[in-house]
């Protein structure tokens, strides 16, 4: 039980450090912040991976699959952002 309360800690903590991040950068570096987070996103990945390997089977998988979804949810979404804020830059044709 401890250990679920410090992972809803670290996951409120977390909720309010991206709130304050996203709110105090300017919108020219949110696409270089957005390549960042797509970097989180593999660790994500990783650490999805890592618990299946716990005892409680159903959980993990639960737990692993909503990581997954959110991670891919935040990949593609940053290479959408990214593929068109570059397209901004092109010259007109």
Do not use: C, Q, W
């Amino acid at each position: 039980m401890d250990a679920l309360i410090a992972a809803i800690t670290v996951f409120v903590l977390a909720l309010f450090l991206g709130a304050e991040i996203i709110t105090k950068v300017p919108p020219t570096l949110h696409t270089p912040l957005m390549s960042g987070s797509n970097a989180i996103s593999g660790i994500t990945l990783i650490g999805a991976v890592i618990s299946m390997r716990t005892d409680n089977e159903v959980l993990a998988t639960v737990l692993a699959v909503v990581a997954v979804s959110f991670a891919m949810i935040n990949v593609a979404g940053g290479y959408l952002v990214t593929n068109r804020m570059l397209a901004m830059f092109k010259g007109k044709r």
